[in-house]
């Protein structure tokens, strides 16, 4: 008889215990479930998305050093080529400078042996960077568009000595185009002739 109400005892005694382990299981995976959603979900995310951050910065700095290298490249190719860059600048120079194309002008008519009448040169231009002292600083980091002045060139002289000017037109280093040219006869027996061109520079 005690051992049945032992056994009995032993048998109530032993299911609070089974309810509470039961019941600490669903607390402990409830507290899981919202650790993971709450803390270590953000955490993960914020993790991946500094990740993948780092990875494209890491392309990207790549990238800047592969543009380094060629930049240094071609830096070094100019130095080495002073006069090719010379005659470049010549050709498409990086300003608008009126007096340049004038003189270059007025060198080539003389040396033909003919006489200037009259040069006038035109362009239409919106930038200003006198007073910006770092674009003149490093003219070659702006974006340029190529543009061109409007030039009229009035001259007298021979037939023969016109051809020598438009020889030294076309040889000039300075990149210009002929777009109209007009003749007509002097009282002295010379012709006068009225050149429109155009010179070209990048702005």
């Known amino acids: 008889m005690d051992i049945l109400n032992a056994k009995k005892n032993f048998t109530i005694s032993s299911m609070p215990t089974r309810q509470h382990t039961v019941f600490e299981i669903i607390m402990l ?3 899981s479930a919202l650790l993971y959603w709450f803390i270590i979900s953000p955490k993960q995310a914020k993790l991946d998305a500094l990740t993948l951050g780092s990875g494209e910065l890491s392309a990207e700095f790549s990238s800047l050093e592969d543009n380094e290298r060629k930049f240094n490249k071609a830096v070094a ?3 080495a080529h002073p006069e090719e860059i010379a005659d ?3 050709a498409l120079p990086l300003d608008n400078r009126v007096t340049k194309l004038h003189l270059a002008l007025e060198n080539l008519t003389q040396s033909s042996g003919m006489t200037v009448g009259d040069i006038s040169i035109s362009y239409k ?10 674009q003149l ?3 070659f980091k702006v974006t340029r568009k190529l543009q061109k002045m ?3 060139l009035d001259v007298t002289g021979t037939y023969d000595q016109f051809q020598g000017l438009l020889q030294k037109l076309e040889q000039s280093g300075r990149i210009l185009t002929i777009t109209s040219m007009e003749a007509s006869p002097t009282a002295d027996q ?5 050149i429109s061109l155009e ?3 990048y702005e």
């Open 29 to 31: 995976v409830i507290v």
């Open 77 to 79: 190719d100019m130095k």
């Open 88 to 90: 470049l600048d010549e």
């Open 125 to 134: 231009s919106d930038v200003v960077i006198s007073g910006d002292k770092e």
């Open 137 to 139: 600083a490093s003219p």
């Open 150 to 152: 409007i030039t009229a």
């Open 190 to 194: 010379l012709l006068n002739f009225k």
């Open 199 to 201: 010179a070209f520079y």
